[in-house]
């Protein structure tokens, strides 16, 4: 028996899908490969960074106590006993008024503990030996980068569920890790429906559209760093469409159906549902565009049945699959970051549900305005290119007047670690 239509809000819907998520499985890879993954597990460092006492400066490493008397009417001479290089280690002993000549980031000598820079001192040959002449005070640890004053050995680098960036990369390649736990990326399948869909190489025909939803999909799975599987389109018959999406559930992690999950004659994918015995969550939403999307799960597969429309499609997966997908790749922050702004133009015609409109958004001083990136229908893909956020308008039985006060989601990278529908 098909489930009942009964329409349910955002938040009840994400309140469903997200209380059995859990995160994904973890993989080890090269640190080379780790850029943008999100790491599974806590890193600490296993070592004092610096590691030793380095000079900050080309100049001389010296005792401190040599330079005690100094000033510039009574100059202090110190020979010069030695040269390091950076990357060098010196082996010799330097005693009481000797310096080695060091660069910078050279470990410091045993028994020095002051560097004073080259543009400090004057170099003078006396009896055929080299000095330093010093008119100042030089104060202990001068110029030295402690052991361990950056990061000490055992401390936390960086919390499970951060986002590997290039700073990450060069942290983590500091104390020697070669390899990382991330993780896991799931395996993401796209499945168009409808006999009308051309591929994009075909010419058009009459009656027919081109599959434009898949790519769109496919690229918002890619942005989010989980792996895009094209699995082609289900024809309009019901046995080979079932075979399809069962066949299907065998390749991937999670499962996307664009198209097919209204009432029309050929929408088979509730029929599909009964057939694989799947649980579903939700078959109507209190939402537009996307009143239709539909989430289901085969034992701990998800199966989200998105609109055929194209902004409904997009904005469907942005609200439901994305912080699934997230959460699978360990990523602690899977929701779309909210803000206030004032809108620009009036949205006045009454709606029983949730409008969500395609917007661009604009700074100026603290305010933040949105603007209506296009034509405001559901079968609209030119207002999602350039749209930056979503503007939420809550049911109304008037509508909403420029420069009311609106919620947004930003359609970016960063995210939130709370759900704004369920706040």
């Known amino acids: 028996m098909l489930t009942a239509r009964k329409a349910i809000s955002i938040g009840e819907a994400i309140e469903k899908i997200m ?34 006492d380095r000079s900050l400066y080309d100049g001389f490493a010296i005792r401190a106590k040599d330079t005690i008397n100094a000033n510039q009417m009574k100059l202090v001479l110190i020979e010069i006993v030695g040269h390091i290089g950076a990357g060098a280690v010196f082996q010799g002993e330097v005693s009481d008024n000797q310096a080695v000549r060091i660069m910078t980031g050279a470990e410091m000598p045993k028994c020095c503990d002051a560097v004073i820079m080259l543009e400090h001192v004057k170099e003078l040959m006396v009896d055929g030996k080299s000095y330093i002449s010093i008119d100042k005070q030089i104060a202990e640890n001068e110029k030295v980068f402690k052991k361990g004053a950056e990061i000490t050995e055992g401390s936390q680098l960086v919390k499970k569920g951060e986002r590997i960036s290039p700073g990450i990369i060069g942290l983590l390649a500091t104390f020697g890790y070669s390899e990382v736990l991330v993780g896991a990326k799931p395996k993401v399948g796209v499945l168009a429906t409808g006999s009308e869909l051309l591929d994009v190489e075909e010419p058009l025909a009459p009656g027919k559209i081109r599959n434009s939803n898949s790519y769109m999909l496919m690229a918002q799975i890619e942005q989010l760093g989980a792996t895009p599987v094209f699995l082609g389109k289900l024809e309009d018959d019901l046995e080979q469409s079932f075979n399809a999406v069962e066949q299907a559930l065998e390749k991937v992690d999670v499962l996307i159906t664009t198209g097919g999950v209204s009432v029309g004659d050929f929408d088979y994918l509730p029929e599909i549902y ?61 929701y779309l970051n909210t803000h206030k702004a004032i809108l620009t133009e009036n949205f006045l015609v009454p709606n029983n549900f949730t409008q969500l409109i395609r917007a661009k958004v604009k700074v100026e001083g603290t305010d933040i305005f949105a603007f209506s990136n296009g034509l405001n229908m559901s079968n609209s893909i030119t207002s999602l290119v350039g749209a930056d956020s979503l503007v939420l308008l809550p049911p109304s039985k008037c509508g909403y007047e420029k420069g009311s006060l609106v919620d947004i989601l930003l359609l970016s990278e960063e995210g939130q670690s709370e759900c704004f529908f369920l706040t």
């Open 274 to 334: 009964e057939l694989l015995g799947a649980q579903v969550l939700f078959n109507k939403l209190a939402m537009r565009p996307g009143s239709v999307t539909t989430v289901a799960k085969v034992k701990n597969q998800f199966l989200f049945g998105l609109s055929g429309n194209p902004s409904a499609s997009f904005i469907g997966f942005e609200l439901f699959v994305r912080p699934v997908l997230r959460t699978l790749l360990g990523n602690k922050q899977p």
């Open 19 to 52: 209380g059995d998520v859990c995160t994904g499985v973890a993989e080890r890879v090269p640190l080379m490969e780790a850029s943008g993954r999100y790491l599974a597990q806590d890193i600490r460092a296993n070592q004092d960074v610096p590691a030793f």
